[in-house]
């Protein structure tokens, strides 16, 4: 057999490291961050414990870029509408494109907010999730100024505590008996009254893991 050449090689790390992170989220996920070791982490992945830390120094460093990996993808979520169109419009289209994620990304979601429940609450992990939660408040807090609420960050608090609770629901309780298609629509028809017509979802094609 031919040696692989250096794209191989590249493409199947890549791979290698892509399946490393969902192991890892998947195990930090059902066994807890502290529960989880290096060494079931590698059986998992199917690699050698020393091959292990060809991809990551430690566990902490695994478990950030764990959880980074996951930001990504829900950062796709402050690219979507355009900045010309009324503010209820990319709120509706915020909303839309959110829950379409969650939907499509049901298990990963799940997993991801089981780790986020567990997290040591100083560890850098849960720092980023924290930074993710306030620029998602902010940007809320910003649309609803825009749209002439005269108290943005109630409406963005309020309805942030609305959007958490609906999709913790979905993702631990979900499935065919969620109301999904009812509960989209009643939040767009309670916080962007102005909209007339429905927005479609924009997504952009998610990040590579970090």
Known sequence: MAPMSKQQLEVMRRERRLN??????????????????ISALAAAAGI???????????KEELLEHTTQMVLNDLSALFE???????????????IRSGFSMLQHRHREYRLF??????L????????????FWMRLFDHANGLFLQMGYPDGQRMAYAYGAMMDGL???????????????ETVEAIIAQYCGGTTKPAAPVMRKPNNPC
């Open 167 to 181: 999709a913790f629901q979905y993702v631990l309780f979900g499935g065919d008996r969620f109301p999904f298609g």
């Open 20 to 37: 490393i992170l969902r192991t890892a989220l998947r195990l930090f996920a059902r066994r807890g961050y502290q529960g989880t070791s």
């Open 113 to 118: 907010l089981l780790l986020s429940l567990q």
């Open 80 to 94: 979507v509408g355009d900045e010309g169109e009324l503010p209820a419009l990319r709120l509706e289209r915020f």
């Open 120 to 131: 040591p609450r100083r560890s850098r992990a849960a720092r980023m999730i924290d930074q």
């Open 48 to 58: 050698s414990k020393g091959l292990m830390y060809n991809y990551f120094k430690s």
